[in-house]
């Protein structure tokens, strides 16, 4: 088994940035892919971010430009750097990890982070 816990989350106002972290504990392995997904009140679970273990990133078309995600095998994190964030991203975040390669559909995860909180005002 794999534990999330997740990090960062806020309030700040549009055009601002937050920086959510996720900690891996348990049977952690560089070899997971990890991903960020958001869930805004009333709609789906979506993908945000995900990195390979290799460093390979792919972000969905509302974060690319603006997010930025990375990891740290030796710390077993990773992160999200959100930039020029907008009231539109004000969702609950989520971390996740899979073996093998990236994946951006929820179902496709194997481990879940709690979740944490971003507000962001206009």
């Known amino acids: 088994q794999v534990q999330l816990v997740e990090s960062g989350g806020g309030l700040v106002q549009a055009g601002g940035s937050l920086r959510l972290s996720c900690v891996a504990s348990?049977?952690?392995?560089?070899?997971?892919?990890m991903g960020w997904f958001r869930q805004a009140p009333g709609k789906e679970r979506e993908f945000v971010a995900a990195?390979?273990?290799?460093?390979?990133?792919f972000y969905a078309a509302s974060a690319k430009g603006r997010f930025t995600i990375s990891r740290d095998n030796a710390k077993n994190t990773e992160s999200l750097q959100m930039n020029s964030l907008k009231p539109e991203d004000t969702a609950v975040y989520y971390c996740?990890?899979?073996?093998?390669?990236?994946?951006?559909?929820?179902?496709?995860?194997?481990?879940w982070g709690q979740g944490t909180q971003v507000t962001v005002s206009s």
């Open positions: 996740a990890a899979n073996y093998g390669a990236i994946r951006t559909i929820p179902s496709e995860y194997t481990y």
């Open positions: 348990g049977r952690t392995s560089s070899s997971y892919a």
């Open positions: 990195i390979s273990s290799g460093g390979t990133t």
